[in-house]
C-alpha cells in the first residue's frame, strides 16, 4: 500500500488536497550583483510610484526611466516585461497562499475600519490599529487577515479584515448613516471599544459559504492598490498529516504532483491516528506554512 508521510493539506473551499513531502535539490546561491539590485529597486520604486495607471502606461515609463541604466531600448524593454511577469506570478501566489490560510481558519466577522480625524492622523491609525489587532491576537486568541485601501471618492483610508473573535470586547451598537456611495441608507454594527479609539467600524457576521467572495474582496484591493495582506502571527497556511493510500481520490496538478483526499481521509501523525479530518482534528495536527 502506497503511504504519504508528512504531507501538507490545505483545503480549497470545496476539497481538501495534499502536496507530498519531496526532497527539493539543494541550489547554489546565486552571488548578488550590486548593479542589478539597484536596478531592481529603481524598478520597484517607479512601479509603486505609477501604481495608479494601466499597465502599457506603466510599462512605457519604467521603461524610459531604465533606458537610462541600461542603455539599450530592446533590454530595457525585456527587463521590464520580465519584472512584469515576476509581479503577476507573485501575485498569484499570493492569493493562492490567502485562499488556503483562510479556509484552514474558522472566522466570525468581516471587518472594515475607519478612522476619525478628531481622534487621530492616518499615520497614528495605520500604527495604533496594528498594533491593537496584534494586541488582541497575542493576549486574546484573536485571529485576522486585511487589507488597507483608499476609498475612491474622498481618498480615505480604511482597513478591510476578516476576523475571528474568541471572545469579544466592547459592545456592538447599530447604527444607520446615509452611503454617499450606494445613495441609499446603511446599517453599521459598530463596536464601541473601536468606536472610541478609532473611529467608525463594522463588524459583519460572516459564514464559511461566503468566504470565496469575501477573499476576491480581499485581493481586489491587494492587486489594486499594491498593498500587502496582513495576517496575525501564526496563521498556517497547510497541516501535515500522514496519508494512506486507500483516503486517496487520484493524483493532480503539473506531473501529479498533488494528491484529491476524499472529505472523510484520516489524519495521522506520525502513524498515530488522530481522527477523521474536522476542525476539531485538523487543530490537533502540525502546522506549515
Same mark, same amino acid.
Given at each position: 500500500?502506497?503511504h504519504?508521510?508528512?504531507?501538507?493539506?490545505?483545503?480549497?473551499?470545496?476539497?481538501?488536497?495534499?502536496?507530498?513531502?519531496?526532497?527539493?535539490?539543494?541550489?547554489?546561491?546565486?552571488?548578488?550583483?550590486?548593479?542589478?539590485?539597484?536596478?531592481?529597486?529603481?524598478?520597484?520604486?517607479?512601479?509603486?510610484?505609477?501604481? !495608479?495607471?494601466?499597465?502599457?502606461?506603466?510599462?512605457?515609463?519604467?521603461?524610459?526611466?531604465?533606458?537610462?541604466?541600461i542603455?539599450?531600448?530592446?533590454?530595457?524593454?525585456?527587463?521590464?516585461? !520580465?519584472?512584469?511577469?515576476?509581479?503577476?506570478?507573485?501575485n498569484?501566489?499570493?492569493?493562492?497562499?490567502?485562499?488556503?490560510?483562510?479556509?484552514?481558519?474558522?472566522?466570525?466577522?468581516f471587518?472594515?475600519?475607519?478612522?476619525?480625524?478628531?481622534?487621530?492622523?492616518?499615520?497614528?491609525?495605520?500604527?495604533?490599529?496594528?498594533?491593537?489587532?496584534?494586541?488582541?491576537?497575542?493576549?486574546?486568541?484573536?485571529?485576522?487577515?486585511?487589507?488597507?485601501?483608499?476609498?475612491?471618492?474622498?481618498?480615505?483610508?480604511?482597513?478591510?479584515?476578516?476576523?475571528? !473573535?474568541?471572545?469579544?470586547?466592547?459592545?456592538?451598537?447599530?447604527?444607520?448613516?446615509?452611503s454617499?456611495?450606494?445613495?441609499?441608507?446603511?446599517? !453599521?454594527?459598530?463596536?464601541?471599544?473601536?468606536?472610541?479609539?478609532?473611529?467608525?467600524?463594522?463588524f459583519?457576521?460572516?459564514?464559511?459559504?461566503?468566504?470565496?467572495?469575501?477573499?476576491?474582496?480581499?485581493?481586489?484591493?491587494?492587486?489594486?492598490?499594491?498593498?500587502?495582506?496582513?495576517?496575525?502571527?501564526?496563521?498556517?497556511?497547510? $497541516?501535515?498529516?500522514d496519508i494512506?493510500?486507500?483516503?486517496?481520490?487520484?493524483?493532480?496538478g503539473?506531473?501529479?504532483?498533488?494528491?484529491?483526499?476524499?472529505?472523510? $481521509?484520516?489524519?495521522?501523525?506520525?502513524?498515530e491516528?488522530?481522527?477523521?479530518?474536522?476542525?476539531?482534528?485538523?487543530?490537533?495536527?502540525?502546522?506549515?506554512?
Amino acid at each position: 500500500m502506497e503511504h504519504y508521510p508528512k504531507t501538507k493539506v490545505y483545503f480549497d473551499g470545496s476539497h481538501y488536497i495534499g502536496i507530498p513531502h519531496k526532497v527539493q535539490p539543494w541550489k547554489k546561491r546565486k552571488n548578488k550583483n550590486r548593479t542589478e539590485d539597484k536596478l531592481k529597486e529603481k524598478f520597484e520604486k517607479l512601479y509603486t510610484e505609477n501604481k !495608479a495607471k494601466s499597465t502599457k502606461e506603466k510599462k512605457e515609463i519604467i521603461k524610459t526611466e531604465l533606458i537610462k541604466e541600461i542603455k539599450e531600448e530592446e533590454k530595457a524593454k525585456e527587463y521590464v516585461n !520580465a519584472n512584469f511577469d515576476r509581479k503577476r506570478r507573485n501575485n498569484i501566489e499570493r492569493r493562492k497562499r490567502l485562499f488556503r490560510k483562510v479556509y484552514l481558519q474558522e472566522w466570525n466577522y468581516f471587518c472594515t475600519f475607519t478612522y476619525d480625524s478628531s481622534k487621530l492622523t492616518e499615520q497614528e491609525f495605520r500604527k495604533k490599529l496594528t498594533i491593537c489587532l496584534r494586541h488582541l491576537s497575542e493576549r486574546n486568541n484573536w485571529k485576522y487577515i486585511g487589507v488597507w485601501e483608499r476609498s475612491p471618492q474622498n481618498d480615505r483610508l480604511h482597513f478591510h479584515s476578516l476576523v475571528y !473573535a474568541s471572545t469579544m470586547i466592547g459592545t456592538f451598537e447599530e447604527v444607520k448613516d446615509y452611503s454617499t456611495k450606494n445613495h441609499q441608507m446603511q446599517v !453599521a454594527n459598530q463596536n464601541t471599544f473601536f468606536l472610541e479609539r478609532f473611529g467608525r467600524n463594522d463588524f459583519k457576521r460572516i459564514c464559511k459559504q461566503e468566504l470565496n467572495s469575501t477573499i476576491r474582496y480581499l485581493t481586489k484591493y491587494m492587486e489594486k492598490t499594491g498593498e500587502k495582506i496582513i495576517y496575525s502571527r501564526g496563521l498556517p497556511t497547510y $497541516f501535515i498529516s500522514d496519508i494512506i493510500e486507500d483516503d486517496i481520490v487520484c493524483k493532480i496538478g503539473n506531473e501529479d504532483r498533488k494528491i484529491l483526499l476524499f472529505d472523510n $481521509f484520516t489524519c495521522l501523525n506520525d502513524g498515530e491516528v488522530i481522527g477523521q479530518v474536522s476542525p476539531e482534528v485538523i487543530d490537533k495536527m502540525p502546522k506549515s506554512n
